[in-house]
């Protein structure tokens, strides 16, 4: 039985959700995403931690375009992911304060005989690990993702995978890469370009007004508080001191 706080945190993901497919459309009449019901995507679960709300995100699979102005949509990305929020944040002040999350994004090329795997990545957070950035990406290679392009677009091709073998442990700082944030960036780069139109335009800066829907997890690690983090962003602020 799911309770109330995370009912009401499932309802307000499931509306985030709805409005990310409308603006799609708004960017980009072709492109879509699949599965379409956010109850589908955004599943609760249990948390080990006390006092949180937590979420398994299944796979969603984007159909889009490589470069926005390209007329084919042979470019399919798998998105799948965790992501927990602070219930007394929520009950008390009805705000969504990120608790921990964790993405996995894979990239496919359709061609005619082929899903060619070509870019993978896991996204993660680290609140005190040693040698960890806060906020990382890892290169991964996800070939296994592939099925559910195939399950969801119906494309019956072998993989090619371009990606696995890579090096692992090359832990790049970034931003807080949830899965919504990963939405945004997908349409940024497949969505958009030099001659977007007005409502193009007016679409992305939708998405990028509504992502403020939660609070980032920044708020847990004071070495990211002081002044110097606020106006400097390079990576070293990302990294533990060591003890």
């Given at each position: 039985?799911?309770?109330r706080?995370?009912?009401g ?10 409005h ?24 609760p679960?249990?948390?080990?931690a ?22 084919s ?5 798998v ?7 602070r219930?007394?944040e ?15 994004v ?22 005190d690990?040693?040698?960890?950035p ?6 991964r ?16 091709n072998?993989v ?35 001659d977007?139109?007005?409502?193009e ?20 690690m004071?070495?990211?508080q002081?002044?110097e ?5 390079r ?9």
């Amino acid at each position: 039985m799911v309770d109330r706080e995370s009912n009401g945190i499932l309802k307000r993901l499931v509306s985030q959700w709805d409005h990310l497919k409308a603006e799609i459309e708004r960017l980009q009449s072709a492109a879509e995403v699949r599965p379409g019901d956010g109850y589908q995507v955004f599943q609760p679960v249990d948390s080990e931690a006390e006092g949180v709300a937590a979420f398994e995100i299944q796979p969603s699979v984007f159909n889009l375009p490589e470069r926005a102005n390209d007329v084919s949509m042979d470019l399919f990305v798998v998105v799948e992911g965790r992501i927990s929020f602070r219930r007394r944040e929520f009950a008390e002040e009805n705000v969504l304060a990120t608790h921990s999350f964790a993405t996995k994004v894979a990239y496919f090329r359709h061609r005619s005989t082929s899903l060619v795997h070509v870019y993978g990545a896991h996204y993660d957070f680290s609140l005190d690990e040693l040698g960890h950035p806060v906020f990382h990406a890892e290169m991964r290679g996800y070939p296994e993702l592939a099925e559910y392009v195939k399950e969801c677009y119906g494309v019956g091709n072998a993989v090619d995978d371009r990606v696995t073998g890579l090096l692992k442990n090359v832990r790049v700082p970034t931003a807080q890469m949830d899965v919504f944030s990963v939405f945004v960036q997908l349409c940024a780069d497949h969505l958009l370009y030099t001659d977007s139109g007005p409502e193009e335009k007016a679409a992305f800066n939708s998405l990028l007004q509504r992502s403020a829907f939660c609070k980032g997890a920044a708020y847990q690690m004071p070495h990211l508080q002081t002044e110097e983090a606020r106006t400097c962003y390079r990576s070293r602020h990302w990294y533990t001191a060591i003890a």
